[in-house]
């Protein structure tokens, strides 16, 4: 493997934030904590002990350590040490197929693996990199929103031409959580149970479920008689769940169900000393570029990896995104397109370049690389070699966020806002309960009063004008220099939902990019809560606009109605205004044909309200300062397949949309 970088006009902030981690003995220092941790206990451990302490692990009120987090490195190392571990875990994969066989007499045909975020875009990253190929069918679940798994349970009865009584007994039902609170798992279980409970049969030979003793996931499978599998192989709870790939059996098992050799896979993310060097001189370099005000980060992947595009958003957003003074954020989707940035000498160019290549292959980026480079744009190119597994550049991945926790002092293990967001809703839904649904809560009803006519019949609580006077007046004050939509709503399964993230990546094209030269990200809620908006509650500067369709589906034969999931969405609205955060709900009468036309109209008009860019600049934006934490002492001693997303579309009639019997 091999770093090159070019164009570093902050070279030298570069080089002597890199010196830090030599001349602090940052590795040497990581790996003795981790080793006491493990062999002593946590007790012995306390944050004014080492500056590394506070960063990766979580401490309670009282200062104490109450976790361990530094799984995302120590799994790796002692992987080395524990070459067993690839055929001890295909044969608990084995045992758990085998345990379908006896209690149905038929093999695994389909898994559905219910998490969220970093419990789950490893899955979505490798089914869509075609690393499942030959094995089970394999389904994200990842929202309750009652559309998404009624649409998994119509694909695999179109699939099987079998009715879904029949194809029970063939699933596997995998519940993740590496939350205590992380209640969205257990909605989604809940419903399953339910279906093999209505055609009466067993589950229990067909659902296992991975998180820790004593949570909500944990309290309600364990009574049912599922069986819990320990996330990590070494049976520690030290990784959190955007941490839980390459090496836990979060990430393993789903390998070896599709078959996939694990020994490589393990092997490979057994990084060199140079290649964490080289992780480390990376983090050091966007650190450098940070300060400077150039914190986005566009990603170019190759062909073979670009499915990892989304985990890796989530892995540095969920992790870095804390701090209101510093932030970095990842832009995945784009093929270059310089019409949509400031030149590199324009104080207002925002953005630094990563480019991963896989050697041998041509990377789809390669002549955009090329103008970055003449273009004088800061730029970063990591070369893997021919033969490097996914998960070599995964734990690169990891090492470049645990560099820039040490060089922000931040702690890149925890998420506080993800927190906030959940404990919101669960007092919403709790609520709903006791005055007979979603509707009838104090949220919507502040959501919905006085909020006037649908435009055009459809789009409710916003006009165009109104979005538009909004959008321009935050970037003028100097308030946002990103933007994102979040749909409510399953964007992978449904064909109503890929039409409407189809638009709203559009909208994101006309309004942010083209007329603002601002990244913007389309998101679909609830599963991206616990990822990115880490980032726009902790760091801010963001213009969100999140959207809701009012025609709730329902999965009836399950039972399966979208309280929780309306409640997620009223909570997402209410963390981001409490935090101070721009915020604009919209709602949608429906995802019909006719409804889709209109939204896609409605983010038209709201593009043409726009003066032309050249009349719209912001000044530019002040020198950015960096307060490192103040809570420890410094040492003394010797951060699916992404879909496309350049623009090139950003004019012309609505498309058409067919109507339910087209389809």
Same mark, same amino acid.
């Given at each position: 493997? @091999?770093?090159?970088? =070019? ?58 350590? $109450? ?158 008689? *599922? ?20 090496? $836990? ?5 789903? =390998? ?184 009838? $809560? ?50 992978? *399964? ?19 990019? @083209?007329?603002? !030269?601002?990244?913007?990200?389309? *998101? ?35 039972? *399966? ?22 915020? !604009? ?9 006719? @409804? ?68």
């Amino acid at each position: 493997m @091999s770093l090159t970088i =070019l164009n570093d006009s902050t070279r030298a902030n570069t080089d002597a934030a890199f010196s830090r981690f030599e001349s602090e003995n940052t590795l040497e220092r990581v790996r003795a904590i981790d080793l006491r941790a493990r062999t002593e206990g946590l007790a012995v451990l306390s944050p004014t002990q080492d500056p590394l302490i506070p960063i990766s692990m979580e401490i309670n009120a009282e200062g104490q350590v $109450t976790k361990n987090s530094l799984g995302v490195l120590d799994l790796a190392w002692q992987a080395a040490e524990h070459p067993e571990w690839a055929e001890q875990i295909t044969a608990e994969v084995e045992e758990v197929r085998q345990r379908i066989q006896d209690a149905h007499g038929t093999k695994l045909r389909f898994i559905i693996w219910a998490g969220m975020g970093g419990s789950m875009e490893d899955k979505t990253a490798y089914n869509a990199a075609g690393l499942f190929r030959g094995g089970p069918r394999f389904y994200s679940l990842d929202s309750t929103d009652p559309q998404k798994l009624k649409s998994i349970v119509d694909d695999m009865q179109k699939r099987a031409g079998k009715p879904i009584a029949e194809l029970l007994p063939a699933t596997l039902v995998v519940g993740m959580a590496m939350g205590m609170t992380s209640y969205e798992p257990v909605v989604n279980l809940e419903k399953l149970a339910s279906l093999y409970d209505k055609f009466g049969i067993d589950s229990t030979a067909n659902f296992i479920y991975m998180t820790l003793p004593g949570s909500i996931l944990d309290n309600f499978a364990g009574p049912r008689g *599922y069986r819990r599998i320990p996330l990590q192989p070494d049976n520690d709870n030290t990784t959190a769940g955007r941490h839980s790939a390459p090496l $836990t059996r979060g990430t393993l098992y789903p =390998l070896a169900l599709a078959n996939q050799p694990l020994k490589p896979w393990i092997e490979g993310a057994q990084l060199t000393d140079a290649e964490v060097k080289d992780a480390l001189k990376l983090a050091a370099f966007l650190h450098a570029n940070g300060l400077a005000g150039r914190d986005k980060v566009t990603l170019l992947l190759p062909k073979s990896w670009v499915a990892a595009a989304l985990w890796t958003k989530q892995d540095v957003e969920e992790s870095l995104g804390k701090s209101e003074s510093i932030g970095i954020k990842i832009v995945i989707g784009e093929r270059v397109a310089p019409r949509h940035y400031h030149r590199s000498e324009d104080p207002k160019q925002d953005r630094v370049f990563l480019a991963i290549q896989h050697k041998g292959e041509p990377h789809p980026d390669a002549d955009g690389i090329g103008k970055l480079r003449v273009g004088k744009y800061p730029i970063a190119i990591v070369t893997f070699s021919s033969k490097a597994p996914l998960s070599r550049y995964m734990q690169f991945i990891h090492y470049v966020v645990f560099g820039l926790g040490v060089l922000r002092e931040m702690n890149f293990v925890t998420q506080p806002a993800v927190e906030l967001y959940k404990a919101i809703t669960s007092e919403i839904y709790k609520e709903a309960a006791t005055v007979d649904g979603i509707r009838n $809560t104090e949220a919507w009803k502040a959501l919905t009063t006085n909020a006037g006519k649908r435009w055009k019949g459809v789009v409710g609580l916003e006009t165009p004008e109104t979005l538009a006077a909004a959008i321009k007046g935050a970037f003028e004050h100097r308030k946002i220099n990103y933007g994102e939509f979040t749909f409510f709503g399953d964007t992978r *399964y449904s064909e109503e939902g890929q039409q409407l993230r189809a638009i709203l990546d559009e909208a994101a094209n006309r309004i942010f990019k @083209s007329t603002f !030269h601002m990244v913007a990200d389309v *998101y679909e809620g609830p599963a991206m809560n616990h990822s990115f908006h880490e980032m726009i509650i902790g760091h801010g500067k963001c213009f969100s606009i999140v959207l809701l369709s009012e025609k709730q589906a329902r999965f009836a034969v399950a039972g *399966y109605e979208s309280d929780y999931h309306t409640a997620q969405f009223l909570a997402t609205c209410q963390a981001l205004r409490k935090k101070g955060r721009i915020v !604009h709900p919209v709602l949608v009468k429906d995802l019909s044909p006719e @409804s889709m036309e209109i939204v896609e109209a409605f983010f038209a008009e709201t593009a043409r309200e726009f003066k032309a860019p050249a009349q719209t600049q912001a000044p530019p934006p002040p020198p950015r300062t960096f307060r490192p934490r103040t809570d420890g002492p410094r040492y003394d001693g010797p951060r699916s397949r992404a879909p496309r997303n350049d623009g090139r579309r950003s004019d012309g009639p609505p498309r058409r949309y067919p109507s339910r019997g087209q389809h």
